[in-house]
Structure formats: C-alpha cells, structure tokens
C-alpha cells in the first residue's frame, strides 16, 4: 500500500515537472515571438513597454502558481489547480480573499485597541505576603475640636480692646471650627483681628493652643504586642478635621516630634510580619467628656482616618468612627500594585500614570494622586482668596489666611471638601478644564488599604487596669491590625505593542482565526460544494 502511494506521488511529480516544463517553453517561444515583433515593428516604444510588462506579468503569475502549489496554507493551491473547473478556482480565491481581509481587520482591531488601552492591569498573586506592604497611617481626631480648660485659661489671660466682652472672645475661638456654614460680618471680623494683633498671635496659632494635646487623648500604646511611649509614635498634623494625631505619617517633609527623640523617628514607613491585633497598633483612647467646648458630632468619641503614609489625610481615606465605653477591631485587607520596568520606560503620554519620584509637589515629600488632587484644590483656593489655610503643608513661601480671609475660605469651601475640587457645582473649574482634572494622573504603583471594622462594649476593669488616669466609663480601646497574612497583587504592564500585536496576540489570532476560516471551508467544500460543481461541469460536457 505504501510502494502504490509512493507511485502515485510520484506520478503527480512527474506530470506537474512536465507542465512547467510546457510552460516556461511556450512562455521562452512567446517571450522570441514578441522579441521579433518588436524589432520587426522598429522597436516601438510603446510595443517595448507592453513587452516589459508582458514579462513581469508573467513572471508575476508564475512565481504565484509556484507559491500557490508549494505552500502549505490551506485554500491556497485549489487557485492554480487545472484539473478543476474556473469556477471552482474562482471560488477559491473569494474564500482566501476573505480570510486575508478578516486577518489584518482582527490585526488593526488589536491595534486600536492598544492605542485606547496601552496598559492591563491584571492579578499577579493572591498570596502575595503583607509583610512586603507598609502599614499604613493611622489619623485620629477626636470630635472635640477645642478644649475646654484651654479655652478659659485664654479667655482669663488675653487682653481685650475697649467694648469687647467674652463672647466676642468665645465667638472668635469657634472660628478655629472651620469651615463654618455662614458667612461673617466684616466688622465682627476687625473685632477679631484686633484680639489677634492686640496678643501678637495668629490665627493658626490659637487654632493650636485651643486643640486637645495628642498625650492627652491618646493614654496607652501597644506596638507590635509591646507598650511603647505614644510621643514616639504619634505626631500632631493639620487636616481637614482640624489638628489630629498620626501614627507612622511620612507625607510632610518635616516631622513634628518631640526633639529629644526625633532621631529614634523610622526613616521609612513601619511593617508588621504577622497578623491578627496582637502584631499591630493597639491604642487607648480617652475622649475627654468634661473638657468639651466645640464639636460637630453629638456624641463622644474619635474618627480614625486610614491611609496611605505618603498621602495627605483627607476625604479620600477609609475613615472610621469609635465612641465612648467601645472596643473596636479594625481589620486591614491590604492590595498592592506594581509596574513593571516596561511601563517605567513607556512614554508618559502612553501609560497615563506617573510615579512617586516623577513630580514634586509643594509641602508633600512624593507624588500620589490624592496628593496632587489636594494641592489642586489649595491652588485653587490660592487663586481665589489669595492665601493657604492653616493645615495645608506650606513650604513657607505662600501667605496663610487670617481671620479677615474668613468670609473668602468660607465662600470657597467647595474647593477643599470634595474630593474632585467642586466637581458637580455649577461654576466647576474641573468641568471647563480638556485634560484630566488639575493635571494630575494617577498612580503607577500603589497600596490600598481596605477596611472592616467590628465593636463591642468595653470591659470597665480591663481600661482600669490599662491606664489609671482614665476615665473607667469613657475610655476607648482601638486595635487596627492586618487582617491575613496574605494580600492581593496587581500588576501593571503594557497591553502590547505593534511588535507583539502582529507577533504573537493580534497578528497571531488573526492568521489563526482567518485561515481556520479557510480551513472549515475546504471541509464544506468536499462534503457540499465539490458534488456541485462536478455535477455542473458534467452537464456542460
């Protein structure tokens, strides 16, 4: 069986060796015959051009009955075939057209597609360790903005103008509540200005006397399963809710501890290796229930802000409210999310995200996209009132708002409590902007940080024992640790380029999908269409 195919094989060398054969005589006798012509005809131009494209023609179409009959690309050798009919042939080549066309349709569709999403960003690992994750900020800030006993040791020792009692006093204290609903009268605001200058102090200086102290509210602290001084590891900050207290913040440029052991401060942000409340940050809260002044909550308690260490706190944070007589757990589900060095070499235009260290910001150590939203949102309130307010990081080259800018920071207040710089109002500066709001592009490599918190009642003799200066009714117990000790990873890369787009996706799906098109044609082609044909060519004969 095998020596009668080997025959028939054979055979079928023979005769296509004997046809070319024919062909390139008759091709070399035509090509003699047209040579004569021409120079019988004294050499026409117009005769010799016809000659030289008469020739690259034929070699044209010899050279594609060669690949047609030598290649092994399904469709393509019923083209030349002559031992079946044109229209057969014709047929044929419509088939190979068409799939050709819908290859480099699918080879142009990636393409596009890469332009409008030059990066992917895909799961690298469910089990990536949390230990390579920074944990993160801790902001608390108490509901009570102002204390009490401070309150009226200022109000018995500051001077005052003639005609001004102690409620024009208590009044300009409330001011340090901002932002306040109202606006205020521009002579209630000269009054005020007039106790400021009359004591040599400012305003964001009274805003800091009349602020709780962090000792004070923070009583005990447990880091890592060990009790550890809370002035080495909180520090006080400005924010949006006032002056707060931050563990493990290293967004300002400056820190604000206590010199003496400034120098024991990390460098870089702190990591746990374990999880569960035993290995994270354990604190004792007291909020203070008698020394109440100004709140804007009606109960007694804290709001934990959770953030990223190199971000500003502020209304993008996993926030957290704990109240009075409570034990609250707050569990921290971490997701990190890397580039590759692909996407730190792709032009910026292409990869629409920026880096930590690829833009500097005024009064915050890196770049992050809350960041640069934040300072936005101060510039444009620069603009407007011609001054910063008291808690955004200032490098000191930029004028702080006193109590005569009040009316102005009260009027712009949509500015800095949005998170998209007064996005929705109907004078929105984001929504004339053509670019992506305030300029700031997202971030390439990030942790988020989210968050589950459960509570429960507070055992009066555990607080007792924990700290004998608390109160045994009111205190506060706060754990916020990692949840498991493996997190999500993200990884950013690019989708793909032109090269890898016809190598190995695009163009690799498209020859693919195209010529199994070809493919499951020749099939129907045996089953249906070559019956057909043989049976109309039959007629004809």
Not at 45 to 64: A, D, G, M, P, V
Not at 259 to 270: F, S
């Amino acid at each position: 069986m095998a020596f009668k195919k080997r025959r028939i094989f054979d055979l079928r060398v023979v005769q296509s060796q004997q046809h070319m054969s024919r062909s390139l005589e008759g091709h070399r006798n035509s090509n003699s015959t047209a040579t004569f012509s021409v120079l019988s005809h004294g050499h026409s131009r117009r005769r010799w051009k016809y000659y030289q494209l008469r020739l690259i023609w034929n070699w044209f179409t010899e050279s594609l009955r060669n690949y047609c009959q030598t290649t092994s690309l399904h469709g393509f050798s019923y083209i030349t075939r002559q031992d079946i009919s044109r229209n057969e042939r014709f047929f044929w080549l419509f088939v190979v057209l068409s799939a050709i066309i819908a290859s480099i349709s699918l080879v142009l569709v990636s393409l596009y597609a890469n332009r409008e999403t030059p990066t992917v960003t895909v799961i690298e690992s469910s089990h990536f360790p949390t230990w390579n994750i920074p944990f993160p900020a801790v902001t608390i800030c108490n509901f009570n903005k102002i204390s009490k006993t401070k309150a009226l040791n200022l109000m018995r020792n500051m001077q005052l103008p003639p005609n001004v009692t102690n409620e024009h006093l208590q009044q300009l204290f409330n001011l340090t509540l901002l932002p306040v609903g109202n606006t205020i009268s521009n002579d209630s605001l000269q009054i005020y200005d007039n106790i400021l200058n009359m004591n040599n102090i400012t305003l964001t200086e009274l805003s800091k006397q009349l602020s709780p102290d962090c000792l004070e509210m923070i009583s005990r602290c447990i880091w890592k399963g060990i009790n550890t001084r809370c002035e080495s590891l909180f520090q006080r900050i400005m924010t949006l809710e006032g002056t707060c207290c931050s563990f493990n913040y290293f967004a300002a440029l400056t820190n604000n501890f206590p010199t003496k052991i400034a120098y024991q401060v990390p460098k870089r942000p702190y990591r746990v290796t374990g999880c569960g409340y035993p290995t994270g940050l354990s604190v004792l809260l007291d909020p203070m229930v008698a020394d109440y002044y100004g709140t804007f909550f009606s109960g007694f308690g804290f709001r934990l802000l959770i953030h990223n260490s190199h971000n500003f706190p502020d209304e993008n944070a996993e926030s957290k409210v704990v109240t009075s007589t409570r034990e609250s757990f707050v569990r921290i589900n971490p997701e990190s999310t890397y580039a590759t060095r692909d996407i730190q070499r792709m032009d910026l235009k292409w990869r629409n995200c920026l880096f930590g260290n690829e833009r500097k910001l005024d009064g915050l150590r890196r770049y992050s996209f809350i960041n640069c939203m934040f300072e936005c949102r101060m510039r444009m309130t620069l603009e407007i009132c011609g001054c910063l307010p008291a808690y955004v990081a200032n490098n000191g080259t930029f004028k702080v708002c006193g109590v005569l800018h009040l009316n102005c920071i009260i009027e712009s207040k949509r500015l800095y409590s949005r998170a998209l710089a007064n996005l929705g109002a109907s004078l929105s500066r984001v929504r004339r902007t053509t670019s992506f709001p305030c300029d700031c592009l997202p971030d390439c490599e990030s942790n988020l940080y989210v968050s589950e918190s459960t509570m429960g009642r507070l055992e009066v003799n555990y607080s007792s024992r924990r700290s004998s200066s608390s109160s045994q009714t009111d205190s506060i117990l706060v754990h916020v640790f990692f949840s498991d000790l493996m997190s999500t990873r993200y990884r950013m890369e690019i989708f793909q380029n032109w090269l890898s787009a016809l190598a190995s996706f695009g163009g690799l799906l498209g020859l693919i999908l195209g010529f199994s098109i070809v493919t499951a044609f020749e099939f129907v082609y045996f089953l249906t269409f070559r019956p057909i044909f043989n049976y109309i060519n039959r007629d004809r004969d």
